[in-house]
């Protein structure tokens, strides 16, 4: 990769021994970085600005390119991966993406992210050894993450691999026995959605059946493995399918539901303890979420983070607590559907059902009134422009909270895509960056990573932007 250092180097008129010694590398190690045969990590990168007394941009040359393929910054790849594939997720980046980030820094560092979701970054860091925060809206979402790092290490951490074996071999035992008897579900599961078919009779049965077994056991961590597994393939066993948004099943996708859901929650447990086996000599470090709102001031961790690694809701993107209501409401998250509008007021306003309440309390931002304005003239659907306006005011929210949270030149690694209604385009990457830059950023990449269309054709992309704190740019 092409850098400036040696352009930097001769212009300050020091031998490459000597940088070599300033640097306590060696000479040979220098004119590898020189030729750009190997990374400069960050910690690499921080020296060497401070010995020319040049920025970090400088250094490297404006474009820092990340070779990230479309597949990293789907959730595609963790569904191979040991447990980040234990909840079916959508929306979310790759362990890869996460990975090609935090090798540029030291074991110290910090890592948040706001957006924290099923956990990608959080479990990422965890198994790389690398500490992590995270905050998140949905309290599915928090519970996933949480349970798959600090859950998991508990029960390696107090030897109690076995104790869950048994756990499972005794469910086993007890469902041969009992889970064939018939069972009053309306103890076990709150009435929200009886009416809704959302799955067979059988399949209800089951579910209260497994909450039933699971609400004896007495162990926190294991109980809350017996959870994860449920929620795991509680989707795949219903008469919904969640194709980009959750949806009732069509046609040939109604035989893909598991005939027998006992056995599928069996191998799910099955899954979970093998996956934990195999990460047993690992030691997961602990995450922690901080809290439950991105748009929230954490005073505690200002000036602690060193990246914030992070994807955020799409502007009109999925709509996160539909998608998970039947994983919220068979745990208990929501037992009414005002439960589920509660959840949504913290959240990023993101789709037009959450445009009403949000609406008045938006900091209006000049660069991105010339877009409002144009849907303001064209939209049939008037929440859209209100939709827009919210949406980076609510972005220009979390910027102010990132430049407090990071240390001097922290970087955020931003995955964003770009949207259009009613054939406006929405430059997302373009308007993130100014409010980035009005809140002490700097833009240091702007990649493409992935190209889609948008349902009238229009060519949209998603990108990766790494912004740099600035010092004493605000
Ligand atoms: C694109 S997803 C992140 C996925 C994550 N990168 C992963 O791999 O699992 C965006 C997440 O932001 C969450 N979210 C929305 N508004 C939020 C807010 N104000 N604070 C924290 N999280 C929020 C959503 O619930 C969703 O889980």
């Known amino acids: 990769m092409e850098n400036n250092l040696k352009k930097i180097r001769l212009a300050n008129d020091i031998s490459i021994s000597e940088l070599a010694n300033l640097c306590q590398v060696t000479e040979s190690y220098i004119t590898k970085l020189e030729k750009g045969n190997c990374k400069i990590s960050q910690r690499m990168l ?4 401070r010995i020319f007394n040049s920025t970090e941009e400088d250094m490297m040359g404006y474009q820092k390119t990340m070779n990230l393929s479309g597949s990293d910054v789907t959730f595609t790849n963790n569904k191979k991966e040991s447990i980040h594939r234990w909840y079916p997720y959508i929306e979310g980046f790759s362990q890869g993406f996460v990975e090609a980030i935090i090798k540029e820094y030291d074991l110290d560092a910090l890592v948040y992210d706001p957006f924290n979701g ?33 859950v998991v290490r508990s029960i390696i951490n107090n030897n109690k691999i076995d104790k869950f074996r048994i756990e499972i071999d005794n469910y086993v035992k007890e469902t041969n026995k009992r889970l064939s008897s018939d069972i009053d579900y309306t103890i076990y599961i709150n009435s929200l959605y009886f009416t809704y078919d959302f799955f067979s009779e059988d399949n209800i049965k089951t579910i209260a059946k497994i909450k039933k077994y699971y609400s004896l056991i007495r162990d926190d961590d294991i109980r809350d493995l017996f959870k994860l597994s449920l929620v795991g393939i509680l989707v795949e066993c219903s008469n919904m399918i969640r194709s980009v948004d959750l949806r009732r099943r069509k046609g040939s996708e109604l035989k893909r539901i598991p005939n027998d859901m006992n056995s599928r929650y069996i191998d799910q447990l099955l899954k979970i303890l093998n996956d934990i086996k195999s990460v ?3 030691s997961l470090i602990e995450m922690k979420l901080i809290g439950d709102n991105a748009k929230k001031r954490y005073v505690e961790y200002e000036n602690k983070v060193d990246v914030i690694i992070t994807s955020p809701p799409y502007v009109n993107g999925t709509n996160y607590f539909r998608n998970t209501k039947l994983e919220l409401w068979i745990l208990d998250f929501i037992s009414d559907e005002k439960d589920l509008k509660e959840l949504r007021t913290n959240a990023i306003t993101a789709g037009i059902n959450n445009v009403s309440k949000s609406i008045d309390s938006h900091t209006e931002l000049e660069f991105v009134e010339k877009y409002a304005r144009a849907l303001d003239d064209v939209a049939k659907d008037k929440r859209i422009p209100k939709l827009v306006r919210a949406y980076f005011s609510d972005i220009n929210t979390t910027f102010i909270n990132f430049y407090r949270l990071l240390k001097d030149r922290g970087r955020v690694y931003f995955d964003i895509g770009d949207s259009q209604y009613y054939g406006v385009h929405i430059p997302v990457d373009k308007l993130i960056s100014k409010i980035a830059k009005s809140n002490g950023f700097l833009e240091i990449s702007n990649e493409v990573i992935r190209n889609r269309k948008s349902k009238n054709g229009m060519l949209l992309s998603q990108r990766v932007i790494i912004f740099e704190k600035g010092m004493n740019t605000k």
């Not at 921080?46 to 600005?49: A, G, I, N, Q, R």
């Not at 998140?136 to 798959?148: D, G, I, S, W």
Request: aromatic share 8%; with cysteine; glycine share 8%.
């Open 46 to 49: 921080k020296k060497l600005s």
């Open 118 to 150: 099923s956990g990608t970054t959080t479990l990422t860091c965890a198994f790389n050894g690398y500490r992590s925060i995270g905050t998140e809206v949905n309290p599915l979402m928090r519970f996933v993450a949480n349970t798959k790092v600090n």
């Open 280 to 282: 047993k000599d690992i």
